[in-house]
Antibody, heavy 125, light 109 residues
Framework: EVQLLESGGGLVQPGGSLRLSCAASGFTFNTYAMTWVRQAPGKGLEWVSA????????YYADSVKGRFTISRDNSKNTLYLQMNSLRAEDTATYYC??????????????????WGQGTLVTVSS | EIVLTQSPGTLSLSPGERATLSCRAS???????LAWYQQKPGQAPRLLINGASSRATGIPDRFSGSGSGTDFTLTISRLEPEDFAVYYCQQHGSSPPWTFGQGTKVEIK
């Protein structure tokens, strides 16, 4: 059974940093591209970042480029999102999601068939 | 960036009725790269349709997708009580960002 479990959310002051983690199980982690999607309170879904199965290719939304870094440790079956210089508008529930088909070297070719339960990040003083 | 515009914003219908949701793209999207998701309150999204018209695993056949180019449609043939939720379209596969529409809420009339 595929499981994705996010952690690391919480309250942080503007300008601060957080690192989110997503522990994966139930599939061959290193063959699937992974994605972070966020949802501000009461709002829609926003794609944030993606990484290929090998970790060699990364992709970012303009809204987070230069502030967020996506990475993965395939030996630990874990996806990360390092978030720096956080702003109030980064307040959201952050979901990790798995692409539906294997893609070791790219991302975006497939939709997301499994999602985590989400972790809430609140940026406020 | 490809902008997806969903309409209507809210759809008020009764159980048993047919729901037709629209997703319009600002530029052409390959049908292979258009997906629909369902999200219920407090839950993560669930993949319904991929490749514009293929139901994901375990999705009932009352859900169907169609369309091409810039115009795509999600149809729920007969609404069940569990279908009242928010629905999002997403384009992926071309250059990032892989954008979502703003969502259509299907509510009980």
């Amino acid at each position: 059974e595929v499981q994705l479990l996010e952690s690391g959310g919480g309250l942080v002051q503007p300008g601060g940093s957080l690192r989110l983690s997503c522990a994966a199980s139930g599939f061959t982690f290193n063959t699937y591209a992974m994605t972070w999607v966020r949802q501000a309170p009461g709002k829609g879904l926003e794609w944030v970042s993606a990484i290929s199965g090998s970790g060699g290719s990364t992709y970012y939304a303009d809204s987070v480029k230069g502030r967020f870094t996506i990475s993965r440790d395939n030996s630990k079956n874990t996806l990360y999102l390092q978030m720096n210089s956080l702003r109030a508008e980064d307040t959201a529930t952050y979901y990790c999601a798995k692409e539906a088909r294997p893609d070791k070297y790219g991302s975006g070719s497939y939709p997301y068939d499994y999602w985590g339960q989400g972790t809430l990040v609140t940026v406020s003083s | 960036e490809i902008v997806l515009t969903q309409s209507p914003g809210t759809l008020s219908l009764s159980p048993g009725e047919r729901a037709t949701l629209s997703c319009r793209a600002s530029q052409s999207v390959s049908s292979s790269y258009l997906a629909w998701y369902q999200q219920k309150p407090g839950q993560a999204p669930r993949l319904l349709i991929n490749g514009a018209s293929s139901r994901a695993t375990g999705i009932p056949d009352r859900f169907s997708g169609s369309g091409s180019g810039t115009d795509f449609t999600l149809t729920i043939s007969r609404l069940e009580p569990e279908d009242f939720a928010v629905y999002y379209c997403q384009q992926h596969g071309s250059s990032p960002p892989w954008t979502f529409g703003q969502g259509t809420k299907v509510e009980i009339k």
